[in-house]
């Protein structure tokens, strides 16, 4: 059922109130509203019109808004049929929730102690049956006002305003980057966190989709228990006050995201649907077994009509037997006294009588056979009567277990839909685990394969270094060898080329090896190519 079709139900009760001489008619003036309306405030209009017609909350341990959360949330539960009742199973449901609320277990024979009033025979209740079941404190003895009342208030919040989760945490700012306490409050879209509880300054929303997602993230800067919201434009840090509460805060944003991304509307009314279907199921199938118990039970009348013609049948043919038997003896009475009468007259044809009579009695023997036959045939009937009747309460039986099977298979099914979805939902997160490890394992072999190639490039580099080294050595071992040769030559020499030289004006040049044969060109020309040399072989080391 829609939005504007969950209006019609405040509607329903204000238009009955209104109605005060069942003609089902109401001005169009008392039933006027704007187009632009709260749907809370709307609520409360139609409550005003229809309380005080129907019950008198003074006598209740409950207050007049409490009383109105109540109403509200039958108006959530009760069927989509007119006039509103709500169903035992929707009862036992919310006075479990209820009793969580309130801290306190929930036990069945606290609500089976308590009679339905007016519609027992239906086991269902009216709005106002049901204020008065929880008002009046019947489904648990010792009630505190208050805790009832704050328990009443969190069904409500959680039911009628789609509040899944709320409680304090700390949120990092977008600006200064600091860390400041806020009330959040999660709704299936979205994330809203106020200042105190009393919700009364809005700070921001967080909009939920189905691109949003939400991680763990390790403790750092002194705050732990750190999880993350990113959403398409922008991320949100928050830290919880404890491991368990983060994990029941990212469980519960998880899941508004995945019913987001399945377009399901909010948990407890999908619960609903699901339970309202599950009713119609059973529904129908007590409609199939009680149209399959009424063709049997045609089926055994038409076999105890036909036994019964039978019968009938039967006792007549005993009645003709029994009254043929009679004539047959009459008969014989008189055949015996007229011979007696007749033995000297009819000597002659007494051979004749006798061989009739022989005839007569084996006729006679004959049909008390058949009477015998037809007694056991009756004996027969008796068994199959009886074999009936076992067979009903056989019948009766299988009923009852074929009763208690439907009930075995909904409550299988139920949890067997409970595991499905913890199912789905470890496998969404061991898929997207799988997704991150194999990202990492391609990250390391990229960077596997490029440290490879740097090595080989390094070891081919390193082989060249090591070659040019070599050719190198070789030049430097020549050099001193030609060096030493030049030596010994320039030694041996060095007297005679004085000699033959002409003198300088200038100051005579003083080489290594003494005083110099060449002139300052040719010294300049030798320091160039040494110096030449020597930087090549500085570059190929």
Same mark, same amino acid.
């Given at each position: ?6 209006? #019609? ?5 204000? $238009?009955? =109130? ?18 632009? $309306? ?35 949330? $039958? ?14 199973? *929707? ?37 106002? *049956? ?15 006002? @208050? ?10 919040? *959680? ?38 509880? +009393? ?15 939400? &991680? ?25 006050? +404890? ?39 059973? @529904?129908?199938?007590?409609?199939? #077994? ?10 055994? &009348? ?14 007549? =043919?005993?009645?003709? =037997? ?11 009475? +008189? ?8 033995? %000297? ?19 006679? *023997? ?26 009903? @309460? ?13 009930? %075995? ?11 499905? $979805? ?35 490039? #390094? ?5 060249? =270094? ?76």
């Amino acid at each position: 059922m829609g939005f504007p079709d969950e209006l #019609l139900k405040p509607i329903w009760h204000a $238009f009955t =109130a209104l109605d005060t001489d069942n003609r089902g008619k109401v001005s169009k003036s008392q039933l006027k509203v704007q187009d632009d $309306f709260d749907v809370v405030e709307f609520n409360k209009m139609c409550w005003t019109l229809c309380y005080k017609k129907n019950i008198c909350t003074r006598n209740l341990l409950i207050s007049d808004e409490t009383a109105f959360k109540v109403w509200c949330i $039958f108006n959530f539960l009760s069927e989509d049929q007119y006039p509103l009742v709500i169903v035992a199973e *929707e009862i036992e449901y919310f006075l479990c929730k209820l009793s969580e609320a309130m801290g306190c277990g929930w036990s069945e024979e606290n609500f089976q102690g308590y009679n339905l009033q007016q519609n027992t025979k239906k086991n269902c209740l009216t709005a106002w *049956e049901l204020i008065e079941l929880v008002g009046m404190g019947y489904f648990r003895q010792s009630m505190n006002r @208050q805790i009832l009342s704050m328990g009443i208030n969190e069904v409500y919040q *959680e039911l009628i305003l789609d509040v899944l989760k709320q409680g304090y945490m700390m949120k990092k700012g977008h600006k200064r980057k600091n860390w400041t306490e806020r009330w959040f409050v999660l709704r299936p879209k979205s994330l809203s966190y106020y200042i105190g509880e +009393d919700l009364v300054e809005n700070k921001g929303d967080i909009t939920l989709d189905q691109n949003c997602c939400v &991680e763990s993230l390790p403790d750092r800067d002194g705050k732990k228990c750190l999880f993350i919201i990113k959403c398409t434009d922008k991320s949100f840090e928050i830290s919880a006050s +404890d491991k368990k509460k983060k994990h029941e805060w990212i469980q519960a944003i998880q899941t508004c995201i995945q019913m987001l991304r399945l377009g399901l509307s909010s948990p407890h009314r999908e619960s609903r649907r699901r339970r309202r279907e599950l009713r119609q199921r059973q @529904q129908s199938g007590e409609v199939d #077994l009680v149209e399959r118990m009424k063709q049997l039970q045609t089926a055994n &009348e038409s076999k105890q009509r036909q036994l019964e013609i039978m019968r009938e049948k039967m006792e007549e =043919a005993a009645a003709k =037997a029994a009254l043929e038997g009679q004539r047959r003896e009459k008969t014989q009475l +008189d055949l015996q006294d007229r011979y007696r009468l007749d033995l %000297e007259r009819e000597k002659m044809a007494r051979q004749q009588m006798e061989e009739e009579v022989a005839q007569k009695s084996n006729e006679l *023997e004959q049909y008390l056979q058949r009477v015998r036959e037809l007694e056991e045939m009756y004996h027969q009937l008796e068994e199959a009567l009886d074999d009936e009747r076992q067979a009903k @309460q056989d019948e009766e039986t299988m009923r009852k277990l074929q009763a208690r099977l439907l009930e %075995e298979e909904a409550s299988k099914r139920a949890e067997l839909e409970q595991i499905h $979805f913890q199912q789905q939902r470890a496998l969404s997160e061991t898929e997207t685990r799988n997704q991150e490890l194999v990202a990492e394992r391609l990250d390391k072999e990229r960077d596997l394969q490029a440290a490879m190639l740097q090595l080989e490039r #390094l070891e081919r580099e390193r082989q060249g =270094a090591m070659v040019q080294y070599e050719e190198v050595s070789r030049k430097l071992e020549r050099a001193a060898k030609k060096t030493k040769t030049w030596k010994d030559k320039v030694a041996k020499h060095e007297g005679l080329v004085g000699l033959i030289q002409p003198g300088h004006k200038t100051p005579q040049k003083i080489t290594n090896w003494g005083p110099a044969s060449f002139t300052d060109a040719e010294l300049e020309i030798r320091k160039k190519a040494w110096q030449e040399r020597k930087n090549q072989g500085a570059q190929a080391q």
